[in-house]
Structure formats: C-alpha cells, structure tokens
C-alpha cells in the first residue's frame, strides 16, 4: 500500500492579486488552500495595472498570457496639461514608465483579478464575507478564529491582504514601523468619458496637485485619479469615504480644468479606491508559520508601477520555496531569493517616479522640459529591475545559498 503525505492546509487572508496568485501555485504544489476575503466578492476597481519583466513569466507559466494579451490596453498617448489647461507635451507611455511595447502588459485591475480567480476558484475553498479575528501559532500549527465564527488550525497562514495588512499587524506589530511615506495621497474611481478620449491619458498639473483621466478604450467611461501632496499621512481618511472626499474637495477647491467636474464625479461615485502612497519596508516577511507577501510585505507605491509584479512573482516564489520544504526551511528560501528583486523595484521610486509629480514651481517647470526632451528619444530604455530575477524552473529547487545573492534558481539579474 503506498502512503502519501497529508496535504498541507493552509489559510490565504486576501482575494486580490497576490493571494489568489499564491493560492493558484500552493494548490499546484499539493497543499490544500483556503482563502478568505473580507470583501463580499471580488474587487474589480482601481486604475488599470502593469505586469512587467519577471511578472508576466509567472501569468505565462499560469497559461493566462494569451488572455491578458487580449485585454491588453496599447495606452496610446501621454498628454501632461499645465494649470490653465493648455499642453505641456504629449508621449507615448513607455517613454515615462520604462515599459517595453509588444512585451509589457497595462490591463484593467478587475480583468487581472478575474482571471487569477477563475484559475483557481475550482480548486480552492474562497471564503467571502469574512477576516480573521485571532491567529495563535504553535508548534503543531496556527489556530485560527474567524470573525464570521468559527476556528479552524492550518499548517501555515499567509498575509495576501495589502498595504494595511492586518495580518501584519497581528503577527509584527503595528504599520508605522513599516511604512514609509512618500509625502502624497491619491485617489481613483470611474467617471463618465465627457471628452470622448480613447486609449490615453490627459494628465494636469499644479505644485502639488496632480487630475489625470485615463481612457483605457472608447468606452463610456474613464479612471479619474487625484494625486496630492501631504506633508503627514491623512489618517483620520483612511477607512473613511466622507473624510476622504472633503479632504480632496478642500485640496482641489479652486483647481481649473476638469477638476470640477472630477470632483463631482467624485461626490458621487460609490467604488473610490483611496490610499497614502507609501512603501511597505519590513527587515523579515515571516515569522514561525505566518509568512506575508504582496503590498502586505513589501508595497512599492504606484509610483514604481510595480506593486502587482511584485505581487505575482513573490507569489511564486513563495510557493516554489515551500514545494519541498517545511514552513522554515521554506520561509527562508523565499526571503532570501526574492529580496533582491523586490528591494530594486522598491528603490525604482526617486529613479523618475515621484518627480512626476512635482511640489514646487521650479521644480514643475523642471519636469516639464524634461518631458518635452522625452518626446524627441525614439526608444524608451527599459528598466533592468522589472527582470532583475530569473524564476525556478518547475522542476529546480529555490536554492538558498551563504553570502548575498542568491544563485542559478531563483537568480538576480544585475
Ligand atoms: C479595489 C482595489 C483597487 C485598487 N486600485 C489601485 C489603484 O488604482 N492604484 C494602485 O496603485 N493600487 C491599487 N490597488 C492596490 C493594488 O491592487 C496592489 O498594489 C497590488 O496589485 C498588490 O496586490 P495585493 O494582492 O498584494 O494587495 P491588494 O490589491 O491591496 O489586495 C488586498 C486584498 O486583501 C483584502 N483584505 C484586506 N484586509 C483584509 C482582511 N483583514 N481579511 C481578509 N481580506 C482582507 C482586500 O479586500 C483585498 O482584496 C487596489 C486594490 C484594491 C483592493
């Protein structure tokens, strides 16, 4: 008679990229996976998302490539506006982001979101409509209670529940010692396409201020997005829509352009994806049978673009690292193959990012001509952190090596 393992029961906290991305590859590898989300279905808003370099190996090794190539947007043109409306220049997008036509995909977040869960709903229990309330870790494994009631015990529990994790919060302690501020806060929701734009984005400008519309098609309706300077993080906003909006109402109060109509659309919108843009910087991603990944463990901020690359490939790498190893050994062969990765990605911002969105006169001005020399280079360079790691092969161990980098499997690309 032959005896084969238990599979190993785990619990994902999250249903957004990251946690349906690791739940799809920990369900391959032969563990038994729940995932419970706090949101009553999928969430679908939100600006459409990049899926770069390293990142889209992992939705082609999904089989979910040719898909997302169908819902790819080819963003066509990038116009910057001046306060008063008028054009400061317009580019083609790669020219600002470092993407790489015909490779690099820009798709709506809930086309992303669908397709991860439909290629995993089938084999995995999702829980909707319900958290974690307590997590105690022993030895044999993690007790869970769940705010919908009930406990059950896992081999190992995974924090896929963004940058204001509370499966973080649960297990090291409280946000502020992780999160690093970038000094703005932003804004995205739909609105009606009174403009009639297709495939582009008109972005507007003042010291501070920044209203962007972004048409992903000719469809009805366009992203609007609001960007703004704040010296100190907003947190009587976060987790309150009417405190948000009278915020950005203030902010916005006497901009010109569209922001009227924009903030309209704002008052009346029910789907605002609100946020700080931050970093999610932690020394250690887990701790005992509890391991973090996605915005909960390392958030770039949208400045990067990179926040659901990071997510897919720490998902990845997480579930190769555990493929043949306990919770330890395995936790530390994630930590240590994708740190590199991720750190490079991170320090993308101040690389360009940020400077998009100046606070000052001058140095509005100052971006401002260096756009209008964009539009002169013919070829956008891409930027080498989107690649910086080569997956494991589904047959290779995450090797872990002394020293730095890591090696052959899971390898760091300089
Ligand atoms: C609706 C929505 C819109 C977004 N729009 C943008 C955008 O416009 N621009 C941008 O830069 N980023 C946006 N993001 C964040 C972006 O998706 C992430 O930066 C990136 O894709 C990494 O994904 P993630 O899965 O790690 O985290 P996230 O996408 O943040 O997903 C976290 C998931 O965990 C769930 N969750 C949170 N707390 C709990 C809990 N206690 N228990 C169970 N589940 C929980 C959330 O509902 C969410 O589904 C958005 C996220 C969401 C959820």
Redesign the pocket.
Known sequence: MTRTAPRRKVLI?????????LAYWLNRHGHEVTV????GA????????DVRGTALDVVDRMGLLPRLRDAHIDLRRLTFLNGDGSEVTSLHPHAVTGGIEGRDLEIR?GD??DALYEAVRDDVEFLFN???ATLDQSAHGVDVTF?GGGSRTFDMVFG????????RKAIFGPEEQFHHYLGYC?A?FPMRNTLGLSHETVMWNTPGRAAALYATGDTDEV?A?LNFAQPEPPFDAFGDPQTQRELIAKVFADAGWQVPAILTALHDAD?V?F?A?GQIRMPRWTSGRVAL?????Y????LT?Q??S??LV?AYMLAASLADRDHAGGFAAYEHTTRDFVTRNQNLVGKGGATLFPTTAEALAQRNARLRGLSTLPVPEPRPAHSSLTLPGPGDRVTRRSGSRPSHNGSCRS
């Open positions: 906290s999250g249903a957004s990229i990251a946690g349906p991305a419970v989300e706090k949101a999928l969430r679908s808003g939100g600006y459409p998302i977040r992303l979101t319900d958290s974690v705010r896929a529940d963004g940058m204001h994790s509370a499966t932003f995205v992203h997005f789907d994806f946020d843009v990944l996605g915005d909960a463990a958030a770039p901020s949208f673009g926040g659901t990071l997510a720490g």
